[in-house]
């Protein structure tokens, strides 16, 4: 952060902040210093949805673009990032970045995360959107209700 502080005001062109937002706390110290133009977010890196949620609140706050991007997980990590880029203002959204042209198959076959003509439909099914098939990820190691 304080080598990126260094360049804000000797550049002429946004600052953007990826890899170094690795937690809330690190945004709100961006936010603060007033050193990022925007973000490149990435939903596990942050610590999960609720977490991702939060940035995008202040991002919103401050009026700050930002992309929700995966980070290599397939589908259901795909959705996720789907279903939140869908909860940002246009005007803020700089994108979503899913993996899926890289990564061979899907956990639900029938209702794949996939990218058409630059596009990423927003998933329909109930939940993130998308049904891994059974026994696809093993045994499960505990089973709750009936």
């Known amino acids: 952060m304080e080598e990126v502080a260094t360049l804000k005001g000797r550049v ?13 706390n690190a945004v709100l110290r961006a936010i603060s210093l007033g050193i990022a133009d925007g973000f490149g977010f990435k ?10 949620t939060t940035v995008r609140d202040l991002c919103a706050i401050r009026s700050l673009p930002h992309s929700c991007d995966d980070a290599w997980g397939g589908d259901i990590i795909a959705a996720a990032c789907v279903h939140l880029a869908a909860t940002v203002e246009p005007r803020r ?7 899926q042209e890289y990564i061979e198959g899907h956990f639900d076959a029938k209702n794949p995360i996939i990218i058409e003509k630059g596009y990423i439909a927003e998933p329909q099914l109930p939940g993130l959107g998308i049904k891994p098939e059974p026994g696809m990820f093993g045994e499960p190691v505990a089973t709750y209700g009936s």
């Not at 002429?12 to 809330?24: F, M, R």
């Not at 959204?93 to 993996?99: R, S």
């Open 43 to 52: 939903v596990t890196r942050l610590g999960g949805l609720t977490k991702m």
């Open 12 to 24: 002429t062109h946004p600052v953007y902040l990826d890899e170094n937002t690795e937690d809330q």
């Open 93 to 99: 959204m700089e994108g979503v970045w899913i993996a």
